[in-house]
Every structure is written in C-alpha cells, then in structure tokens.
T-cell receptor
Framework: GAGVSQSPRYKVAKRGQDVALRCDPISGHVSLFWYQQALGQGPEFLTYFQNEAQLDKSGLPSDRFFAERPEGSVSTLKIQRTQQEDSAVYLC??????????FGNGTRLTVT | QKEVEQDPGPLSVPEGAIVSLNCTYSNSAFQYFMWYRQYSRKGPELLMYTYSSGNKEDGRFTAQVDKSSKYISLFIRDSQPSDSATYLCAMSRGGGNKLTFGTGTQLKVEL
C-alpha cells in the first residue's frame, strides 16, 4: 500500500514568513510523529499524536511551532515567523500501536 | 553528552566486505532497538527491529543488542554498492514510543 506522504517536498521561505507542512500517514495508523533532522544529524523528536490527541509536544523548540491532527488522519506542522535556524528536513512517521515507525521522505525547509 | 552516541564516519569499504556499525547509549530504560537506512534526500527506512538483548538475523543483516554494556551493533555481510547510505540507530522505551536516534554513520561500499 501507499507509504507516508509529505508535502511539499521542498519549501523556501523568507525569514519571518509562516509555513505549513502536511503529512498523510499510512491508512489505519493511529500514531503519528513529527521529527526535525538537521544536516548531518539524526532526526530529533518534535511531537506525537495518538489519533487526534496530541500526547507529547515536549520536542517543539518554541511556541512558534504548532502541530495539529484534527480528524486523526492528516497532520499539519505549522511554523510561524520562520527563522534561519528552522532550516532542516521535517520528517513525519506513522505506526500502528506498539509497532515500528514508518517514515515519509520529509519536507526540506530552507529559510533565507 | 548525548543519550545515543554513533560514529558519523564516513566509513568506506570494498564490495563484499563485512561491515560493522555500532551505537552506545546511556539510558537503561531503552527496551526497543532499531536500525534505519537513509538514502540521500529520502526518509529513514526500517531495517531491523529488536526487543531487549540478543541477536536477530534478516538476510545479509544481523543486529545485536547487549543491554548490560549498553551497546548495539549492525553487521552487513557481503556488502554491495547499493548498501551505500547513512545508517541510523534508534531506540525507545516502548514499542511505539518516540525514538531517540544516533547521529548516523555514512557508509560507502566501493566497487
């Protein structure tokens, strides 16, 4: 079946602009995670949803970062007033309960 | 100090070699251990998933976990140029819990 789908694949934003990144998880997967991957680094946890409930947002770096999953399927990660340090690849992953995570190909965000 | 340490490489080996990749960790609460492969401009792809200590084999890949030493390894036999990628170790407290990743080791298998 289809894997985790993320859009857009690439996003260039001017400093101070707001961006919205979309994740379509694998159908039926209740758990959804967002990770941030800086160049040459491993992914770092941002936030976690079980269905529509955001159970852990401890990894969000500031209050400029906001994530939602209103119907328990598609999720959006929003970054307000982007800064250069926000430049990274944003990865979405989904899973069944107590199962390994399956990742999308990410959105590469460049803030100029 | 990071919770998970992994040598970033790069590691270059000839085709057919046995590759050994490893990670150390400090948090004894980790129970689930994974290896992901990541090609350039792609997302991480799950290779191996193990629970607690022991060995697991899948084709040319063998994962080892030694919880007493807080040390995990991935062995690749008969390495191929198509194995050239970054290998990320990851671990979690629960089966579907958030993952803590290593930095990733960049591997190049040369003809």
């Amino acid at each position: 079946g289809a894997g985790v789908s993320q859009s857009p694949r690439y996003k260039v934003a001017k400093r101070g602009q707001d961006v919205a990144l979309r994740c379509d998880p694998i159908s039926g997967h209740v758990s959804l995670f967002w990770y941030q991957q800086a160049l040459g680094q491993g992914p770092e946890f941002l936030t976690y949803f079980q269905n529509e409930a955001q159970l852990d947002k401890s990894g969000l770096p500031s209050d400029r970062f906001f994530a939602e999953r209103p119907e328990g399927s598609v999720s959006t990660l929003k970054i307000q007033r982007t800064q250069q340090e926000d430049s990274a690849v944003y990865l979405c992953a989904s899973s069944l309960t107590d199962s390994p995570l399956h990742f999308g190909n990410g959105t590469r965000l460049t803030v100029t | 100090q990071k919770e998970v340490e992994q040598d970033p490489g790069p590691l270059s080996v000839p085709e057919g070699a046995i590759v050994s990749l490893n990670c150390t960790y400090s948090n004894s609460a980790f129970q689930y251990f994974m290896w992901y492969r990541q090609y350039s401009r792609k997302g991480p792809e799950l290779l191996m998933y193990t629970y607690s200590s022991g060995n697991k084999e899948d084709g040319r890949f063998t994962a080892q976990v030694d919880k007493s030493s807080k040390y995990i390894s991935l062995f690749i036999r008969d390495s191929q140029p198509s194995d050239s990628a970054t290998y990320l170790c990851a671990m979690s407290r629960g089966g579907g819990n958030k993952l803590t990743f290593g930095t990733g080791t960049q591997l190049k298998v040369e003809l």
